[in-house]
């Protein structure tokens, strides 16, 4: 049987899931599909630390880098936030365990169960750390970008990883730092989960 390269791979796979007719990773019926480290071609993760699930926090924080719109220049956006954490910081793997694009798909990186690295001592061990891929002090992440971390957070619940009454917080709730960005900050303070 004839395989397709990695790039066709991921655009098939891109254009099932915005039809809805994309499968989900198995662990995941209930939920939109997340493109996999694998689809990304990820490092290797070197991370041993688990989370104790369900999660009660969610950290929302931006990259602070350029911003994203198709499925290529995600899967490269992805690549260089990982590559920074590991070569430059020194990290077991990318610090978010999701980022989101503003293609409107959902990028694992350290997943639901591992210890993430966005946003201190104190919050990395009970939150699930989610960053969306730009900076958003001056502008909005698209809706579709704010539709995919809606979806998320509800995927968290639906599947045991986060508590039914889990709590959003800005990065800028839990350190010292600029984070998600104004526009973003402002958007999630909405969010009905949202507490400062």
């Known amino acids: 049987m004839p395989t397709m390269s990695r790039p066709c791979a991921l655009l098939a796979w891109t254009l099932l899931t915005l039809l809805g007719l994309g499968a989900a990773q198995e662990d995941l019926t209930s939920c939109d599909p997340i493109v996999p480290q694998r689809e990304w071609r990820a490092l290797a993760s070197t ?3 688990r ?3 369900p999660a009660r926090y ?4 931006h990259t602070a880098g350029s911003p994203c719109d198709t499925p290529a220049t995600c899967l490269k956006q992805v690549q260089n936030v990982q ?6 910081l020194g990290w077991c793997d990318v610090g978010y365990n999701f980022l989101i694009g503003e293609d409107r798909l959902v990028y694992e990186g350290r997943g639901w169960n591992t210890h993430g690295a966005h946003s201190g001592p104190t919050w990395n061990p009970i939150s699930i750390g989610i960053s969306f891929m730009g900076n958003y002090m001056e502008r909005a992440p698209p809706q579709r970008a704010l539709r995919a971390a809606q979806s998320l957070l509800a995927c968290g619940v639906a599947r045991g990883a986060l508590s039914r009454d889990y709590e959003v917080k800005g990065h800028r709730d ?16 909405t969010w009905p989960h949202y507490r400062d």
């Open 51 to 53: 989370l104790n699930l």
């Open 83 to 88: 590559s920074y954490h590991v070569w430059n």
């Open 58 to 61: 969610v950290v929302v924080s």
């Open 174 to 189: 839990v350190q010292q730092t600029l984070s998600p960005g104004d526009q973003l900050y402002r958007i999630i303070q």
């Open 47 to 49: 991370c041993e630390r």
